[in-house]
């Protein structure tokens, strides 16, 4: 399953930092690409359920997902 997201609020290479960190100790995630230009968040899950992990624990660390 694929998604894409907005994130607004990233503003810096250090945002980007901050979600790959996250992202990379979520189980489920089979890739992601994350872009500071467009504010998007590109991601493939295996189930639909990684995707309310991921948003639950973005939002968790002061980043919305549209």
Do not use: P, W
Not at 27 to 48: C, F, H, M, P, R
Not at 55 to 61: G, P, Q, T
């Amino acid at each position: 399953m694929k998604y894409e997201f907005i994130i607004d609020t990233i503003h810096c290479e250090g945002c980007v930092n901050r979600i790959k960190n996250v992202l990379s100790n979520i189980k489920g995630i089979i890739n992601y690409d994350i872009s500071l230009q467009s504010k998007k968040l590109d991601i493939a899950v295996k189930n639909e359920k990684v995707i309310n992990e991921v948003k639950n624990k973005l939002y968790n660390i002061g980043f919305e997902v549209k």
